[in-house]
């Protein structure tokens, strides 16, 4: 199991979070449920999936939220763009965040690329496995 708090891209998306919930207390009460909770949600599920991937004991889970924390990085950077579009985000405040999350994308899709190097022997070796066991059937692993 990893130490998630250890992890350079928790680090800058923990910190992306805490910003975007200060900067979308002010936005209008009547994006409540709308913007700002999809903003919020969005932005929250970064961390939560590195979280959560770094608890799994297989490098191939890992990645598959990794993959989710990318996702929802995208959705984030999308929707902080909107709020900048709709004038709930001035210059300043937008510039910093979007600062903010460019780094921890460019961070996040680091690691990702970290662990998928590590992961494609055992991969690459688990498919030339699956394939001679459907090609030849289970007497090709009885040599092994």
Request: hydrophobic letters at 35%; a positive charge; charged letters at 25%.
């Amino acid at each position: 199991m990893r130490d998630y708090r250890n992890i350079k891209a928790y680090q800058l998306s923990d910190d992306m979070v805490v910003e975007v919930y200060r900067l979308t207390k002010d936005f209008p009460r009547e994006e409540l449920y709308g913007l700002t909770s999809q903003l919020r949600r969005a932005s929250l599920s970064v961390p939560t999936n590195i979280v959560e991937g770094a608890s799994r004991n297989h490098k191939r889970d890992y990645l598959h939220f990794l993959y989710i924390s990318r996702g929802s990085m995208s959705e984030t950077q999308y929707l902080l763009h909107l709020a900048k579009r709709l004038n709930y985000l001035d210059e300043s405040n937008y510039e910093s965040l979007n600062h903010l999350t460019e780094e921890s994308a460019r961070t996040l899709y680091g690691l990702i690329v970290s662990v998928e190097k590590e992961t494609k022997f055992p991969v690459k070796l688990m498919a030339l496995i699956t394939s001679s066991i459907a090609l030849y059937g289970l007497k090709f692993l009885k040599g092994f």
